[in-house]
């Protein structure tokens, strides 16, 4: 068996500052909370909580002046009214890359542009960055949605229109979705911005080259991970054979069928899953 394993896999940038933040305020404080799971992957949310992080959805559910972490995909304009209100000692652990589009977002809305913000609408990245929007804004996900787009666009009466996006949506999607506004609204003023982090563009470039070279490729990941679904769908339509597992009791015996195996793990997946993984094909 030959296995080769995507140099990107595991923690990006931006996970790894979270998670070794996380790990030092929990040793400097009694009681920490993060509002929303740090990042999407349940073995180091377990291994966090099992240090003492407690996980609130509510930040009403801190205590007022209590240490409270704000996870890498960021979180909405009100959560930081709330936290002021409060007086939260917050631990800011968004990624740089997802607070330069807020700040982004805040000027366009100053610069009285509609913003189409191109994410998936349910997830909390979008949900916080589409906060800083202003009124004039829409999540667009698909094309399917276009036709409400241009509803709304025409009647916010604006004429310059802008684009951002969430930092893990798929380059194919972003090119598709691209295409279609730039021939839909033709007539405006277009600013258009490209907000995939680069930590997300290598991954997917390397997940395309690597699933064409391997007869199986495994994709290690949390469920609820965006980065690591795109992989997934990324493996499906360049592989015969794709695997999306969360850890190695994931994997089954059918593995062992495929000569060429190909890794990679998601921007929230610990290195030790993947070395696991790794372990158990050569076993
Ligand atoms: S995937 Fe990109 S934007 Fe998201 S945390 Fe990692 S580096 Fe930051």
Not at 94 to 119: M, Q, R, W
Not at 182 to 202: G, H, R
């Amino acid at each position: 068996m030959q296995i080769k394993v995507g140099k990107y896999s595991g923690f990006c940038g931006g996970v790894k500052r979270s998670v070794l933040n996380a790990e030092e305020s929990l040793n400097n404080s009694d009681v920490v909370y993060c509002y929303g799971e740090l990042v999407h992957n349940k073995q180091v949310i377990n291994s966090l909580t099992a240090k003492g992080l407690k996980v609130i959805e509510d930040i009403n559910e801190a205590e007022d002046g209590s240490k409270v972490i704000f996870r890498a995909h960021g979180v909405e304009k009100k959560i930081y009214e709330i936290a002021e209100k409060k007086n939260l000692n917050i631990v800011d652990l968004t990624c740089p890359n997802v607070l330069k589009i807020h700040e982004k977002a805040k000027k366009l809305v100053e610069d009285g542009y509609f913003i189409i913000l191109i994410a998936q609408v349910s997830h909390p990245e979008t949900i916080g960055t589409i906060s800083f929007c202003g009124d004039n804004c829409f999540i667009l996900e698909n094309s399917d949605m276009i036709l409400d787009l241009e509803n709304k666009i025409k009647e916010s009466k604006c004429k310059r229109i802008a684009v951002i996006t969430q930092t893990t949506i798929s380059v194919d999607r972003y090119n598709e979705l691209i295409d279609i506004i730039k021939e839909k609204f033709s007539l405006y003023e277009l600013n258009i911005d490209n907000n995939i982090c680069d930590a997300t563009n290598l991954r997917q470039q390397e997940m395309k080259e690597l699933s064409k070279e391997v007869d199986a490729v495994i994709v290690i990941g949390g469920k609820n991970s965006s980065n690591t679904k795109k992989l997934y769908d990324i493996g499906v339509r360049n592989c015969s054979k794709c695997f999306l597992i969360e850890t190695v009791d994931d994997l089954t015996d059918d593995i062992f069928k495929y000569e060429r195996i190909g890794i990679m793990g998601g921007a929230s997946t610990p290195r030790s899953s993947v070395d696991e993984v790794m372990s158990r094909l050569n076993k």
